[in-house]
């Protein structure tokens, strides 16, 4: 499979910007590139340089988009609190729905890795008129039926990928990642969790895709997508597991193609 050869420089004219939100913590986006938005949202542990910027995601959207990378409270360059209180399951959309309308940004693309993917599925449900399309990258809408999960996780390819230990030691080696910090956000979300209201995907009237590693449970987090959804595409990257799809170096061509082609295709006319 193609991967990114070289590490892609980030977008030209790269904004950086601070937000303290109606809690007091300082969250910081990245901004790129003209056009209609699209908000970028990474995984637990990453962030907008690791996720997004230094991987050729945001260098290519920014072609033709206004790209908006947040990094959520204790990841990246925001605020990084030791209080799990900090770190409500309703938080980290909360911040983002702020930043946004800090930046007059009223409807977006939203694209979500993992955790990001959380947050993607939680503005679904409390925020859809907010929405050009949705994706979301090793992510997406688990079944809440047991039978209809044993059926999916059955269905889900088994087999390692190589580079999966090299894509967490990637992450764990940033100079930016506080373990106490992401500690309390696992403890956060755990003693106050989300309450969104339940996702009625039926009800969803813009596209909505999902990018998933072979090895990465891809037919768990989107049978309920592909059953419920008016209008879904799926995308399964051969040989992928979860940290090795936006993890620099790691990082598929196919992931960036499949992206990009996906909110061009879809942008307002």
Same mark, same amino acid.
């Given at each position: 499979m ?8 980030a977008?030209?004219?790269?904004? /950086?910007g ?11 986006? +990245? ?37 908006i990378?947040i990094?959520?409270r204790g ?5 990084? &609190?030791?209080? %799990? ?7 980290m &959309? ?8 800090h930046?007059?940004v009223?409807?977006?693309?939203? /694209?979500?890795?993992? +955790? ?21 990258g ?5 079944? @809440? $039926? ?10 889900? &390819? ?17 100079a930016?990642? $506080? ?9 956060g979300?755990?003693? *106050? ?13 813009? %596209? ?7 090895? $990465?449970?891809?037919?768990?987090? @989107?049978?309920?997508?592909?059953r ?15 940290? @090795? +799809?936006?993890?620099? %170096?790691? @990082? ?11 909110v *061009?295709a879809?942008?307002?006319?």
């Open positions: 193609a991967v990114l050869e070289k590490e892609i420089e977008p030209a004219d790269v904004k /950086h601070d937000l303290v939100v109606s809690d007091g913590v300082r969250i910081h986006w +990245m901004e790129a590139g003209e056009g209609a938005p699209v908000v970028l949202l990474h995984g637990y542990t990453s962030c907008n340089e690791a996720g997004w910027f230094a991987n050729g995601i945001a260098k290519e959207l920014a072609r033709d988009h206004r790209v990378g990094d959520a990841h990246g360059r925001s605020e990084k &609190p030791h209080d %799990p209180a900090r770190y409500p399951g309703d938080q &959309p909360a911040d983002v729905i702020e930043v946004l309308d930046l007059g009223r409807k977006a693309h939203f /694209h979500g890795y993992s +955790m990001g993917g959380g947050i993607v599925a939680h503005l679904l449900a409390r925020h859809p008129d907010r929405f050009i399309t949705a994706s979301f090793g992510s997406g809408v688990r079944e @809440t $039926d047991e039978a209809l999960a044993r059926q999916a996780a059955d269905l889900d &390819p088994k087999g390692h990928d190589p580079e999966q230990a090299a894509g967490q030691q990637a992450l764990r080696d940033r930016d990642r $506080d373990n106490v910090a992401l500690e309390c956000v696992q403890k979300r755990e003693a *106050r969790p989300s309450t969104a209201p339940p996702l009625d995907l039926t009800k969803l009237d813009f %596209p909505i895709q999902a990018i998933n590693g072979e090895f $990465d449970a891809p037919v768990s987090k @989107t049978q309920r997508l592909a419920e959804a008016r209008d879904f595409s799926n995308v399964v990257v051969p040989g992928r597991s979860h940290n @090795t +799809m936006t993890t620099w %170096p790691f @990082t598929p061509q196919l992931y960036v193609d499949s992206l990009a082609g996906f *061009r879809h942008d307002p006319k």
